[in-house]
């Protein structure tokens, strides 16, 4: 079975421009969540996906978005990037039901911001 | 509330030695508590985790110790391999969608 697939793995970008991150989840996952990890900061919680729609919301303004298509592959969006937002950002898939902890986590896409 | 609090921040460890980490956690709404590790360039990986209706869980060379009147978790690695090397974190939820990790602790066994 393949694991949580995040392209690109790498991304460049300056202030103010916008970035668009793609995760797919292990087949049959139907629970998508991102977290942000950086140095000082840790691993944050951004928010999660369920059968397309935004179960879970973390504290992250507005400029942080995504969605779930019907497959269950989610995207990430970052809109007027900043430089504090250059992170690793992590998606991770899960079966999604009650019960169904185990989050399974992909390598990552290392965003740098100039 | 939505803290939770890990240390140390780094651990040298000798090979076949006993490594500890602890963990604190303030909501007690938290019911999921998993350990992930990661290694360079890897995400985190699932490695043990535990509900608060339980004191201990063992798998292998890793424990999980749980005190619910303390709100303190620990995770004990036995006969640490240089393998071990790695950051590991603790987390929290309630319902384990939405984690709380700790900072991590960046840990070194030395052979």
């Known amino acids: 079975k393949a694991g949580v697939t995040q392209t690109p793995r790498y991304l460049i970008k300056t202030r103010g421009q916008q970035v668009t991150l793609s995760c797919s989840p292990i087949?049959?996952?139907?629970?998508v969540s991102w977290y942000q990890q950086t140095p000082g900061q840790g691993l944050q919680f951004l928010f999660e996906?369920?059968?397309?729609?935004?179960?879970n919301k973390g504290n992250f303004p507005g400029r942080f978005s995504g969605r779930q298509f019907s497959n269950s592959r989610s995207e990430m969006n970052v809109s007027t990037l900043e430089l504090g937002d250059s992170a690793l950002y992590l998606c991770?898939?899960?079966?999604?039901?009650?019960?169904?902890?185990?989050?399974?986590f992909g390598s990552g896409t290392q965003l740098s911001v100039l | 509330q939505q803290q939770v609090k890990q240390s140390p921040q780094s651990l040298i460890v000798q090979k076949g030695g006993i490594s500890i980490i602890n963990c604190a956690y303030e909501?007690?709404?938290?019911?999921?508590f998993p350990w992930y590790q990661q290694f360079p360039g890897k995400g985190p990986a699932l490695l043990i985790a535990?509900?608060?209706?339980?004191s201990e869980k063992k798998e292998g060379r890793f424990t999980i110790s749980f005190n619910k009147s303390a709100k303190q978790f620990s995770l004990h690695i036995m006969d640490s391999q240089p393998g071990d090397s790695a950051t590991y974190f603790c987390?929290?939820?309630?319902?384990?969608?939405?984690?709380?990790f700790g900072q991590g602790t960046r840990l070194t066994i030395n052979p």
């Open positions: 909501n007690t709404a938290f019911d999921y």
């Open positions: 987390a929290a939820s309630k319902g384990a969608q939405k984690l709380v």
């Open positions: 087949s049959g996952h139907r629970s």
């Open positions: 991770a898939s899960s079966l999604g039901g009650v019960g169904d902890e185990k989050l399974f």
């Open positions: 535990i509900r608060p209706d339980v």
């Open positions: 996906y369920f059968s397309e729609t935004q179960r």
